[in-house]
């Protein structure tokens, strides 16, 4: 039978005849009882009968060859793989090169074949693609798959953005103004000359190694804002907000520990506790459907709708609470069925329309009983009266404020409203508020 043989022209690179030790030759035979090691024969001493030990003449054996074709019938496998070394040992694209080394092809058909067979051969794509699914299904064990921060956004000098970015210059991978800047001032009147004594020498090498440990301080904190990906503010702040409240809050407070885990090992510790909130929920309706006496997920969804259904019912009854501060007025009441009634249909609600009756602006938000109340002080009382916010609302709103200023050194009123979606007009007096009250500082 036959058998594929070495691809290599070095006859050197093959083993010798086992009978006359010359280097073999395709084709050449091979024993398929004896060895290992295996026991090769050229031609000549194959039809001689040679026997040697336990071999013998009338073993089974293979021929061995390469001269037989495998992606295209004109050329056989030892011309497949001495194409595949000359454009190793060439470089890619050299096609003139690589034809004077192989000596029977030309330099188009070797441009056409390998571009054919080996760049666009749909058969070697699918197999690079079962091998990248393979290596990802390596990683699907992890809690999240790691990858190193994109390249950052290259903004104008002086602009809003290069700004957020705190002046980085991704072309020079440095910041305007460095971690601690002028630390090179210590060392612009040094000067070492020939007749310092000793301890003046040692004096001016222990400003120089304080200078080196600066630097190395400064090299860390900038190798720490590139692995966690902390230059392009933004799209970091967008990836914290896709958690849930509670790890978000986990996230800030672990973030000071995050210098000193790494970033693949904080990843994952956010990642798992995110899992585990996410089990701790579903657990916690599980119980809940148990505690209801439902055994199966039909009749889960049908109290999910259920329920569903009775917390916007409840939530119509509280807002039919609000008519009644109304209803001396009657055309502020029909004013506000209405806009319920644009909101129940799906539609954008109706700007309120001025009474002709020349009705009093809406009286201040009566606060006794509501939550959260107890946690204000008199001027926040006053503004959530005023503005007709719940308590509870406006601490949610506080909170998010305090943390956004904290962590942008400042904030602006268009950054509050980004992130309160509410009535422009109470945002304005809820930030007002904050920056009068000494809560955040404008940016």
């Given at each position: 039978?036959?058998?594929?043989?070495?691809?290599?022209?070095?006859?050197?690179?093959?083993?010798?005849?086992?009978?006359?030790?010359?280097?073999?030759?395709?084709?050449?035979?091979?024993?398929?009882?004896?060895?290992?090691?295996?026991?090769?024969?050229?031609?000549?001493?194959?039809?001689?009968?040679?026997?040697?030990?336990?071999?013998?003449?009338?073993?089974?054996?293979?021929?061995?060859?390469?001269?037989?074709?495998?992606?295209?019938?004109?050329?056989?496998?030892?011309?497949e793989?001495?194409?595949?070394?000359?454009?190793?040992?060439?470089?890619?694209?050299?096609?003139?090169?690589?034809?004077?080394?192989?000596?029977?092809?030309?330099?188009?058909?070797?441009?056409?074949?390998?571009?054919?067979h080996?760049?666009?051969?749909?058969?070697?794509?699918s197999?690079?693609?079962?091998?990248?699914?393979?290596?990802?299904?390596?990683?699907?064990d992890?809690a999240?798959?790691?990858?190193?921060?994109?390249?950052?956004p290259?903004?104008?000098?002086?602009?809003?953005?290069?700004?957020?970015?705190?002046?980085?210059?991704?072309?020079?991978?440095?910041?305007?103004?460095?971690?601690?800047?002028y630390?090179?001032?210590?060392?612009?009147?040094?000067?070492?000359?020939?007749?310092?004594?000793?301890?003046?020498?040692?004096?001016?090498?222990?400003?120089?190694?304080?200078?080196?440990?600066?630097?190395?301080?400064?090299?860390?904190?900038?190798?720490?804002?590139?692995?966690?990906?902390?230059?392009?503010?933004?799209?970091?702040?967008?990836?914290?907000?896709?958690?849930?409240?509670?790890?978000?809050?986990?996230?800030?407070?672990?973030?000071?520990?995050?210098?000193?885990?790494?970033?693949?090992?904080?990843?994952?510790?956010?990642?798992s506790?995110?899992?585990?909130?996410?089990?701790?929920?579903e657990?916690?309706?599980?119980?809940?459907?148990?505690?209801a006496?439902?055994?199966?997920?039909?009749?889960?969804?049908?109290?999910?709708?259920?329920?569903?259904?009775?917390?916007?019912?409840?939530?119509?009854?509280?807002?039919?609470?609000?008519?009644?501060?109304?209803?001396?007025?009657?055309?502020?009441?029909?004013?506000?069925?209405?806009?319920?009634?644009?909101?129940?249909?799906?539609?954008?609600?109706?700007?309120?329309?001025?009474?002709n009756?020349?009705?009093?602006?809406?009286p201040?938000l009566?606060?006794t009983?509501?939550?959260?109340?107890?946690?204000?002080?008199?001027?926040?009382?006053?503004?959530?009266?005023?503005?007709?916010?719940?308590?509870?609302?406006y601490?949610e709103?506080k909170?998010?404020?305090?943390?956004?200023?904290?962590?942008?050194?400042?904030?602006?009123?268009?950054?509050?409203?980004?992130?309160?979606?509410?009535?422009v007009?109470?945002?304005?007096?809820?930030?007002?508020?904050?920056?009068?009250?000494?809560?955040?500082?404008?940016?």
């Open positions: 039978m036959d058998r594929l043989g070495s691809f290599s022209n070095d006859p050197s690179d093959k083993p010798p005849c086992r009978g006359c030790s010359s280097y073999l030759m395709e084709p050449y035979i091979k024993c398929a009882e004896c060895g290992p090691p295996p026991f090769f024969l050229c031609l000549q001493c194959f039809t001689r009968g040679f026997e040697y030990k336990k071999h013998q003449s009338d073993h089974t054996y293979e021929i061995m060859t390469s001269d037989f074709p495998v992606l295209d019938p004109s050329w056989t496998a030892q011309e793989m001495a194409l595949l070394e000359a454009v190793m040992d060439c470089g890619f694209g050299n096609w003139q090169d690589v034809a004077n080394q192989m000596c029977t092809k030309t330099k188009e058909e070797c441009e056409k074949h390998y571009m054919k080996f760049i666009n051969n749909p058969l070697f794509a197999t690079l693609l079962n091998l990248k699914q393979a290596e990802e299904a390596k990683t699907a992890s999240i798959p790691f990858h190193s921060t994109d390249d950052p290259r903004p104008t000098f002086d602009s809003l953005l290069s700004r957020d970015m705190a002046g980085y210059m991704p072309a020079r991978a440095d910041f305007i103004e460095e971690f601690d800047n630390a090179e001032w210590d060392l612009r009147d040094i000067d070492f000359v020939e007749d310092d004594s000793d301890i003046l020498h040692a004096l001016k090498m222990a400003v120089v190694d304080i200078y080196h440990s600066r630097l190395k301080e400064r090299q860390r904190r900038k190798k720490i804002i590139r692995d966690h990906g902390l230059i392009n503010l933004k799209k970091f702040q967008l990836m914290e907000r896709r958690y849930p409240k509670e790890v978000q809050d986990l996230y800030e407070t672990m973030r000071r520990f995050a210098r000193i885990v790494g970033p693949v090992e904080h990843d994952k510790f956010i990642e506790h995110a899992l585990e909130f996410e089990l701790r929920r657990i916690k309706r599980l119980q809940e459907y148990r505690i006496g439902i055994t199966n997920f039909c009749s889960a969804r049908t109290y999910d709708h259920l329920k569903k259904t009775r917390e916007e019912e409840r939530l119509k009854r509280t807002m039919l609470s609000e008519v009644l501060q109304y209803i001396q007025d009657s055309s502020a009441c029909q004013q506000w069925l209405r806009r319920q009634a644009d909101i129940d249909s799906g539609l954008s609600p109706s700007i309120p329309v001025a009474s009756s020349g009705r009093r602006s809406a201040p009566n606060l009983g509501l939550p959260g109340t107890e946690k204000l002080n008199e001027k926040e009382k006053e503004l959530c009266q005023m503005v007709r916010l719940v308590p509870g609302a601490l709103y909170s998010a404020l305090l943390n956004e200023c904290n962590k942008q050194g400042g904030l602006r009123l268009a950054q509050a409203r980004a992130l309160i979606k509410i009535d007009n109470k945002t304005r007096k809820i930030y007002d508020f904050l920056i009068r009250e000494g809560y955040i500082t404008k940016a």
